[in-house]
């Protein structure tokens, strides 16, 4: 599997943007896409954006619309996820995943994963 590793992250007040960062160790054939996720205290992980390697075409959250942008640097072997406008309600743990299917918005179709990086927005 692939081995993510995560930067970025920290404590922002609304409407402040924040880039996360997330490099591979290497891709694998079964690496289709790149996703972020995010977790908040006694909730689900739910998909916040993804981004397909062979044409970088993305896909995003509804709730993320707009405000996000999750982009690529290949030579780098790196995925991005630039947050705008933030809100309260973005607050969360985010976590980058290397998935196995082209387009996926479910976390099991994740097969690798990054540590996960805090990001608190305050009103």
């Known amino acids: 599997q692939v081995q993510l590793v995560q930067s970025g992250g920290g404590l922002v007040q609304a409407g402040d943007s924040l880039t996360l960062s997330c490099a591979a160790s290497r891709r694998t054939v079964s690496s289709y896409t790149m996703g972020w996720f995010r977790q908040a205290p006694g909730k689900e992980r739910d998909f916040v954006a993804g981004?397909?390697?062979?044409?970088?075409?993305?896909y995003y959250a509804e709730s993320v619309k707009g405000r996000f942008t999750i982009s690529r640097d290949n030579a780098k072997n790196t995925v991005y996820l630039q947050m705008n406008s933030l809100k309260p309600e973005d607050t969360a743990v985010y976590y980058c995943?290397?998935?196995?299917?082209?387009?996926?918005?479910?976390?099991?179709?994740?097969?690798?994963w990054g540590q996960g990086t805090q990001v608190t927005v305050s009103s």
């Open positions: 995943a290397a998935g196995t299917v082209l387009v996926a918005r479910r976390a099991s179709n994740y097969a690798s």
């Open positions: 981004i397909i390697w062979s044409d970088s075409g993305t």
